[in-house]
């Protein structure tokens, strides 16, 4: 937060928000959930372990003799890779936060389209209501590239309120 | 602006990926011109005249075994060809080998030998015309003797390219068969 | 809460090591070598070959035939030799047995004086570790330079750790 973003970036603008966002809703006073990243990381972990047990393996012994226990682990490792992919793709899906105040859930996708200044996050609380809006980088981000932790939780807070107030 | 390594990590992703279309276009297209040219299953070779000398040798290196003399086949030959249709711009070289194909019946043994083989560098030096050669190898049945048996003498050609898949096959021609003499008993 | 964004860092260095290794492995289980990617190391298959190419190999055929170019290692000493067959002999029952006597193109004679002990030539099954089917012209010489001078092992580590420091910022 205290460093200066290249702003011409939206990629790097973008990953500069989405940081801070655990400090903001934390501030607004949500607690964060790891539930999917801690699986996500598992899965990925895994994969990792079957190449580095084929790595092992494979130093250790003559490759005629362990051809059997090579193949297991290479349909493995392409078995979980593809698990991951999938993973990646359709449960997690863009989220980059997820964290719950008391009974209340909130997850947080952001997109943005290169070369837009504009930053898009997409909020869904636990009753599937959902409010997309899009934010203008400049609103909070000041011209020498740092950004304005203050202006960012006004607006999320400014979202919040309107996504709950929803009626569908 | 963007950061020095950002450029750098493009520049480096882009120049990969235009190197592996480069080859992929230069192995495609080289293929599709032998496939017009039809030249991987009709280049002609003419072989004649075969003259097989049959010897003995001693030494290990000419597969005796304990200084029982062993059996050795050389030959004299004509070679005709023109292989200049298997050069393009993505041949390196072509290595050209004369084989031999027979059967051991007694030994129950299916065997091939190579009794002559060169290489050409370029379209330039593709026709072969040689004329009463001697081959360049002594040759000799692992099990058992060449003399006696029918040889069926064949040319073959391999394309070694710039870049990609390796290249062979069989020049078209007539059916040599030659059947190898009994050696002069000393 | 760091502690996650770090494991999601360090998870991305494993898999680009991981997918490297396990292509290499896959590879190898395919063809059904010990080691289906070979670097060149000396002249005696010019000019086709030169110091530095790197081939690719197959293995799965019963028989090789004459003036296929193969990789064999001489009664494991892991160096690895490619030359082309000169002749093959194998037997009428089709037992899948097959006798091989090699040669490297720019060699005078054949490799008998190579062989182990007193062999003149070698088993397909037992001493043959592929057939070259296809080659990448000197993009291998990075190896044998690493192989072969003292200091290259450490600039190019080096210049890894240093790409690798400056693309994090």
């Known amino acids: 937060m205290s460093k200066p973003v290249n702003v011409y970036s939206i990629s790097e603008v973008s990953q500069t ?8 809703m934390k501030r607004l006073g949500y607690e964060e959930t790891f539930e999917l990243v801690d699986q996500k990381l598992l899965i990925g972990y895994s994969t990792a372990i079957v190449a580095a047990i084929s790595f ?7 490759h005629d003799n362990i051809v059997k226990y090579q193949q297991i682990l290479v349909g493995t490792y392409f078995v979980l890779s593809v698990i991951f992919w999938f993973f990646k793709k359709y449960v997690e899906k863009t989220i980059v936060y997820s964290g719950k105040n008391g009974t209340e859930i909130i997850k947080l996708k952001t997109e943005y389209e290169e070369n837009k200044p504009i930053y898009n996050m997409t909020l869904i609380d636990n009753k599937k209501k959902t409010l997309t809006s899009s934010l203008e980088i400049n609103k909070v981000f000041n011209s020498e590239g740092y950004l304005q932790t203050d202006l960012l939780l006004e607006w999320v807070k400014q979202q919040l309120t309107t996504l709950s107030n929803k009626k569908k | 602006m963007f950061s020095l390594t950002q450029r750098a990590q493009y520049i480096g992703n882009y120049a990969m990926t235009i190197g592996l279309v480069l080859i992929a276009l230069i192995i495609s297209s080289s293929h599709l011109d032998f496939f017009q040219k ?11 005249q075969i003259k097989p000398i049959v010897g003995f040798r001693t030494s290990r290196f000419y597969g005796a075994s304990n200084g029982k003399p062993k059996e050795n086949t050389r030959i004299a030959f004509d070679l005709n060809t023109d292989l200049s249709g298997l050069f393009n711009w993505n041949t390196k070289q072509v290595f050209v080998y004369l084989t031999a194909e027979y059967n051991n019946t007694e030994k129950g043994t299916l065997n091939e030998v190579t009794f002559w083989d060169g290489i050409i560098k370029d379209a330039e030096h593709a026709v072969i015309d040689l004329k009463n050669t001697r081959s360049k190898y002594s040759v000799w049945d692992y099990v058992g003797d060449l003399s006696g048996k029918d040889l ?16 062979y096959g069989v020049a078209e021609g007539n059916d040599m068969i030659v059947t190898i003499p009994e050696p002069e008993k000393k | 809460m760091n502690i996650r964004a770090e494991l999601a860092k360090f998870l991305n260095l494993c898999f680009v090591f991981s997918s490297a290794y396990m292509f290499w492995q896959t590879y190898s289980i395919v063809a059904d070598t010990h080691s289906p990617i070979v670097v060149v190391l000396s002249g005696s298959m010019e000019p086709a070959f030169q110091r530095g190419d790197i081939l690719f190999l197959w293995n799965r055929n019963k028989y090789s035939n004459v003036g296929d170019i193969v990789v064999y290692e001489v009664e494991d000493k892991q160096i690895p030799i490619v030359h082309r067959v000169l002749r093959e002999h194998h037997s009428v029952k089709d037992n899948g047995k097959q006798l091989l006597l090699t040669k490297g193109d720019n060699n005078a004679g054949n490799d008998i004086p190579l062989y182990a002990g007193k062999k003149t030539y070698l088993n397909k099954n037992k001493d043959i570790v592929g057939t070259v089917k296809g080659y990448l012209p000197q993009l291998g010489y990075v190896t044998i330079w690493v192989a072969e001078n003292k200091y290259a092992k450490f600039a190019l580590l080096g210049f890894l750790a240093i790409t690798s420091l400056l693309g994090d910022e």
């Open chain 1, 17 to 24: 928000i989405n940081e801070s966002l655990p400090d903001v």
């Open chain 1, 56 to 62: 092992i393996i494979d130093k250790k012994f003559v």
């Open chain 2, 38 to 48: 039809d030249i991987l299953r009709h280049t002609k070779a003419s072989i004649g």
């Open chain 2, 152 to 167: 069926q003498f064949k040319l073959h050609w391999n394309i070694q390219p710039h870049i990609g898949p390796l290249m």
